[in-house]
Nanobody, 123 residues
Framework: QWQLEESGGGSVQSGGALRRTCAVS????????IGWFRQAPGKEREGVSF???????RYAESVNGRFTIFRDNAKITVHLQMDSLRPEDAAVYHC?????????????????WGQGTQVTVSA
């Protein structure tokens, strides 16, 4: 039984930082690619960050330089460190998993999704 258990997130003031964690189980982690996505009310789901099985990373332009994704293969977790948060970063954030080598930031290529958690950033 696969599971993507998310933790972290919550509320922070503009300029603050939060860390999201995705604990992975039921997969072959060494071959797994992980993405973080977010969706704000009235907006489409947006790819935020991606790390592949080889630790190569990608970021949406809107978060590049502020967010950092990294995976801990020993603990089978992926973290999303979010710094310099802005009100426009507020959304429900999900981690997602894929074995598709071309998944990158395309949510349609991720078959497995975590439950999502609200991130609120106040001005």
């Amino acid at each position: 039984q696969w599971q993507l258990e998310e933790s972290g997130g919550g509320s922070v003031q503009s300029g603050g930082a939060l860390r999201r964690t995705c604990a992975v189980s039921g997969f072959t982690f060494e071959y797994l690619h992980i993405g973080w996505f977010r969706q704000a009310p009235g907006k489409e789901r947006e790819g935020v960050s991606f790390v592949d099985s080889g630790r190569n990373v990608r970021y949406a332009e809107s978060v590049n330089g502020r967010f950092t994704i990294f995976r801990d293969n020993a603990k089978i977790t992926v973290h999303l460190q979010m710094d310099s948060l802005r009100p426009e970063d507020a959304a429900v954030y999900h981690c997602a998993a894929s074995y598709d080598d071309t998944a990158y930031l395309n949510p349609k290529k991720f078959a497995f999704w975590g439950q999502g958690t609200q991130v609120t950033v106040s001005a």
